[in-house]
């Protein structure tokens, strides 16, 4: 896997559905694994509501920190209202990851949605559960660590189970 | 370590001892001062830039080190004491960051601050990552003690919040103690003393201009004999893939230029181009230098780039670029404060002159109330010129609309000018008083009475400052509570033709459980 190949993800969402924190999680994890690793995103107004994307891509070696337009490898939309405004950063055969590959099963807490579509992006890359698992704990104070991983669990359990 | 561009700067300048880093929060720059302070280092936020970059001064002038972070605009406020500091120079070191942003994510213009290195006579270090980041505020450390000149640091957006891999091995020597040597020929920038001291900066400078050519951060990496890349800062990131196959030189340090590194690169390759953000700084430097290289055209001055528009360049294309449809807009948060105080403005169909903060979004739907937005303070003296000419029916309409933030940071000195010209048909001024620095994060401010790491420290009371300043009709209201109370108050001061001040006093809902808290733990 240690090609010179790079894997580009684009997270986009809404403000306040913790885009950048899934990043976070996603560059942790890929960091975790050996990889060299970017991330990047535009902060500023997106407290107010608005429309975030980050991108985080890993390999042996990267160059720049952003996603080339029509590059990603992996999709992670949280608000399927926002695809439209996004959906040019996929390549072609790239895969989307939506709120509905979760396929109806409850989140007990809707904050974690963020996660739980990582549990489904985790299932594709070459990085170890245990080290989604150690981001997502490093990344998150104590008191949400059981309700995250638990999400984490759900979107794998999914993503396994319908592919 | 995978962080920021900002926590790198901050941890290089805890690791180097720095005595004080201090500034004004402003995107992509807050992070470096927030990191510093959990590092465990002494960190400020000052009203403004320029209060900000003289304190720094002080400490420099002290032997100590000093960082001072602010934005792009930021280094306006700050031009004045950055001027003169290159000319008495520094006993310590001071590293003043400057984080530009280029397409403009959160800012009000794209200037490009690289020019502020030329303007000022000061040493330039560009990051391209956080690695760089880290190593070149040790670099610009070192600089700044070794030529006891200011060096500026100068970022971007996506080096300052874009993550990378940090080793954080480079050191550098500890500082010594703070101490005072008394040096008026050198400080006192009186005519006699300035002349000579000018003269001093022009030939520091001549050292090292030769020093980058030999020893400075800049590096060549070979590759094809027909394509050679200058590139600075995050552009060469995009520029080496894009164009892998390319010899590059990265420059470093981009003031002053090793234009012998970069002729001798230039004549080693058939086709030489200049990749860079923003205005053709290099290229025309590099051009005057009577070095032939390739620029951008001018469609690639505008926004930020990236690899598809760096493709672009190389291949000379400038067909029109395709612009992938808008996500949502951001908005005033439902249960925001302000939301009553633009309905208010609306019914009263006033003119407003408004200002930098998250009331800005009050320009947008639903409320298109917010007419104009220039800079920091800008509000209060706008809105003065428009009452000064307009018809009186119209200019009874005027209002200026100002956070407490940007208040303390540049509007005192436009209740001032209110104050001492005042217009004939009166003035109003609201305050929007949230008790945060709300756009860039919520950070304290003095008014806020917290500081920077939120702990109780002596509290600016606006009220008593405008009344101090001689503006005697000034109320404080919060207009959530009783939205009609407000629109009288408005109304009637409108109607009053005094002048007048509304504080709209009513905390910033992000923050109202923290504030609590926070009262809690005093």
């Not at chain 2, 108050?489 to 409108?494: A, E, H, I, M, Q």
Request: aromatic share 6%; net charge negative.
């Amino acid at each position: 896997m240690m090609d010179n190949r790079v894997t580009n993800i684009v997270i986009a969402g809404l403000g306040g559905q913790g885009v950048i924190r899934a990043s976070d999680i996603a560059a942790d994890a890929a960091f975790r694994s050996g990889f060299d690793v970017k991330k990047s995103e535009i902060h500023g107004m997106s407290q107010r509501g608005g429309f975030v994307t980050s991108d985080v891509r890993f390999g042996r070696q990267v160059s720049s920190p952003m996603v080339p337009r029509g590059e990603a490898d992996y999709l992670v939309v949280l608000a399927p209202d926002q695809l439209e405004a996004v959906r040019g950063s996929l390549r072609p055969g790239g895969v989307l990851i939506l709120p509905d590959g979760l396929n109806g099963e409850p989140l007990p807490n809707k904050k974690t949605l963020n996660v739980a579509l990582l549990g489904i992006l985790s299932t594709h890359l070459p990085i170890p559960e245990a080290n989604w698992v150690e981001a997502i704990r490093s990344s998150l104070p104590e008191k949400f660590h059981e309700a995250n991983l638990h999400a984490f669990q759900l979107g794998r359990r999914q993503a396994t189970v319908h592919t | 370590m995978l962080i920021s561009g900002n926590e790198a700067v901050a941890l290089a300048a805890q690791r180097a001892g720095v005595a004080l880093g201090t500034g004004y929060p402003g995107t992509p720059s807050t992070e470096i001062l927030e990191r510093f302070s959990e590092l465990g280092g002494r960190a400020q936020w000052a009203p403004n830039e320029k209060v900000a970059f003289e304190v720094a001064i002080g400490v420099a002038y002290a032997s100590a080190r000093a960082v001072v972070t602010m934005k792009h605009v930021g280094l306006n406020v700050a031009a004045d004491p950055l001027f003169t500091a290159a000319y008495t120079g520094v006993s310590g070191a001071l590293v003043v960051v400057s984080a530009d942003d280029p397409g403009m994510a959160s800012s009000q213009n794209e200037q490009d601050n690289r020019r502020y290195a030329v303007a000022a006579g000061v040493p330039m270090l560009e990051p391209a990552d956080s690695q760089e980041a880290y190593d070149f505020t040790l670099q610009a450390i070192e600089i700044s003690e070794r030529w006891g000149l200011p060096v500026m640091l100068r970022m971007t957006t996506r080096v300052c919040h874009s993550k990378s891999v940090v080793h954080p091995e480079r050191t550098c020597a500890p500082p010594p103690p703070p101490s005072y040597t008394r040096d008026i020929a050198a400080r006192v920038m009186i005519p006699s003393n300035a002349r000579p001291a000018h003269r001093r900066l022009r030939a520091k400078l001549a050292q090292i201009a030769e020093w980058n050519e030999t020893s400075g951060p800049n590096r060549v990496i070979p590759g094809s004999n027909s394509l050679g890349i200058i590139a600075d800062g995050v552009a060469f990131q995009h520029a080496r893939e894009a164009a892998p196959e390319a010899s590059f030189l990265q420059l470093g340090m981009t003031h002053p230029l090793p234009v012998e590194t970069i002729r001798k690169f230039a004549n080693s390759v058939e086709r030489c181009v200049v990749i860079e953000e923003g205005d053709p700084y290099l290229a025309d430097t590099i051009r005057a230098a009577g070095i032939s290289v390739e620029s951008k055209p001018e469609m690639f001055r505008f926004g930020e780039l990236n690899v598809d528009r760096v493709r672009r360049i190389l291949a000379g294309d400038t067909t029109p670029e395709p612009a992938p449809p808008p996500g949502k807009a951001p908005e005033l948060c439902n249960g925001c404060p302000y939301r009553t105080v633009y309905r208010a403005l609306r019914n009263l169909d006033c003119i407003v002159a408004g200002d930098i903060g998250c009331y800005s979004l009050g320009a947008l739907p639903p409320f298109e109330a917010l007419e104009t937005l220039v800079c920091m303070g800008a509000a209060i003296g706008v809105g003065l010129g428009l009452r000064h000419v307009l018809p009186p029916e119209e200019a009874r309409r005027v209002v200026s609309v100002i956070g407490d933030s940007t208040f303390v940071h540049s509007g005192i000195t436009g209740l001032v000018e209110m104050v001492y010209n005042p217009p004939s048909t009166g003035h109003v001024v609201i305050i929007l008083d949230n008790s945060t620095t709300a756009m860039t994060g919520f950070q304290e401010h003095p008014a806020t009475g917290r500081t920077l790491d939120h702990q109780p420290t002596g509290k600016l009371i606006i009220e008593d400052l405008c009344r101090a300043l001689g503006v005697a009709d000034t109320h404080v209201i919060d207009p959530t509570r009783d939205p009609e109370a407000f629109e009288k108050l408005l109304g009637d001061s409108l109607a009053s033709g005094r002048l007048a001040v509304i504080i709209a006093r009513r905390s910033c809902l992000l923050v109202t459980g923290r504030l609590r808290e926070l009262e809690r733990c005093q």
